[in-house]
């Protein structure tokens, strides 16, 4: 089994910064793609940004030139760097764990974490 572990939400002022942590644990002999999503009250999830297992990351037009994805390959762990918070910002973000192999068992999975509330005040 994998353990997705989210850290690093919180409560913000407009205009600040949030670091996002988030560990998988377990049997895993690789993971293709780590990524974080957000689901604001009353609305879907989306997708905040992904890394894959080669560095290349891919962000949400929102978070553009504001938010910062990287990757820890070796310690299974992804981070999301927030800068200049907006209340629309406000959200529970989630940490997802795509094309996760394990060394007991076969295929291909996804995980989830439990998300980590982020709220930003006016």
């Known amino acids: 089994q994998v353990q997705l572990v989210e850290s690093g939400g919180g409560l913000v002022q407009a205009g600040g910064s949030l670091s996002l942590s988030c560990a998988a644990s377990?049997?895993?002999?690789?993971?293709?793609?780590m990524g974080w999503y957000r689901q604001p009250p009353g609305k879907q999830r989306e997708l905040v940004a992904s890394?894959?297992?080669?560095?290349?990351?891919n962000y949400a037009d929102s978070a553009k030139g504001r938010f910062t994805i990287s990757r820890d390959n070796a310690k299974n762990t992804v981070y999301l760097q927030m800068n200049s918070l907006k209340p629309d910002d406000t959200a529970v973000y989630y940490c997802?764990?795509?094309?996760?192999?394990?060394?007991?068992?076969?295929?291909?999975?996804?995980?989830w974490g439990q998300g980590t509330q982020v709220t930003v005040s006016s």
């Open positions: 997802q764990a795509d094309g996760v192999r394990q060394r007991s068992v076969m295929g291909y999975w996804t995980y």
């Open positions: 890394v894959s297992s080669g560095g290349t990351s």
């Open positions: 377990g049997s895993i002999f690789s993971i293709n793609i």
